[in-house]
């Protein structure tokens, strides 16, 4: 045997495992395997992204039935905090109470100062109803849980800031 033909020589463990079929991984098992490495690569990202838009996220807490709806109004100043809210709010949203449950998203709001009241309209007629001593009868909150006292609380009671990142807040219904 000379040079040459030893170095031509194939040993016989390399191709054994070449042409063996259960040690060669077919093209589809590569594939999946790839696709699933992309994916697990990426998965931390998706479960910790943000939602696109952010804004104010607004849970309210403590509602006593399902019947009706809740309003949720926000303010950017004190003019017509709090009773005037489907006139003076910068934004109102009014939804039906699923499961003695609502939530309100506002979105693409500017920085800025705000206060927020929600109101659990009951027989949806729109307002606070009040018996005659001017008590309300209806499920009523405010931002920061300001406490209405002989009164609505004031509009600085009820503020905060807001930054233009996300915010989650809740606020509880007192009836």
């Known amino acids: 045997m000379n040079m040459n033909e030893s170095i ?3 040993s016989p463990v390399a191709a054994s495992t070449a042409n063996d079929p259960e040690i060669r991984v077919p093209m589809e098992v590569r594939c999946v395997a790839w696709f699933a490495v992309l994916m697990f690569a990426h998965l931390p990202a998706l479960a910790f992204a943000q939602e696109s838009c952010p804004g104010m996220h607004v849970k309210i807490l403590n509602i006593r039935n399902s019947t009706g709806s809740v309003a949720c109004a926000l303010f950017e100043s004190p003019d017509g905090f709090p009773t005037e809210y489907l006139r003076c ?8 109470i699923r499961e003695k ?4 998203n506002y979105l693409h709001i500017p920085p800025g100062t705000y206060a927020i009241v929600a109101v659990h309209d009951e ?3 729109g307002e606070l109803d009040t018996n005659w001593l001017g008590i309300p009868k209806e499920g009523y ?6 406490k209405a006292l002989l009164g609505a609380p004031s509009f600085s009671a009820a503020s905060f800031l807001y930054d233009g990142r996300n915010l989650n807040l809740t606020i509880s219904l007192n009836y």
């Not at 449950?101 to 309100?104: K, L, T, V």
């Not at 909150?141 to 300001?146: H, I, K, L, V, Y």
């Open 101 to 104: 449950q609502a939530r309100f």
């Open 8 to 10: 031509n020589q194939k």
């Open 141 to 146: 909150g405010f931002s920061n849980d300001a």
């Open 89 to 96: 709010a910068t934004n109102v949203m009014v939804i039906k």
């Open 123 to 125: 027989n949806v007629n």
